[in-house]
């Protein structure tokens, strides 16, 4: 986000106006935005590592165990713009939120400490 940052200070025409950000809605709507960027797809990244290394899917396999997620996708987010122009953004965002924490609740859990990695220190 920093490197973004001076690299629109520094165009001549930047793809955002940076006065938005003075909108502290704006910012701290950016901010959760990457965040929350961030852990999906850190999860991403470490749900196929555990697929494939501890649970020893091929490549193909782990994939279309992401199949569900990517369907589901479009699905939550048509719906929660639905919710917020019925219901107002915040009963929307508790909405997910109420459903992203079931849905980790539903993570498998690793039994060992190195399982999810699959190496033995």
Known sequence: MVAFAVAETRAAHP???LGLFRSRAVSVCVAIGFAVNVAFYG????LSLYFQRVLG???LIAGLEFLPMTVLLPVANLTSARLGARFGPQT???AGLA?????AATLPR???ENELTGLDW
């Open 43 to 46: 999860v991403i990244f470490v």
């Open 99 to 103: 459903v992203a924490a079931a849905a």
């Open 57 to 59: 899917q091929s490549a």
């Open 110 to 112: 690793p039994a060992r």
């Open 92 to 94: 929307a965002i508790k």
């Open 15 to 17: 793809m955002v106006p």
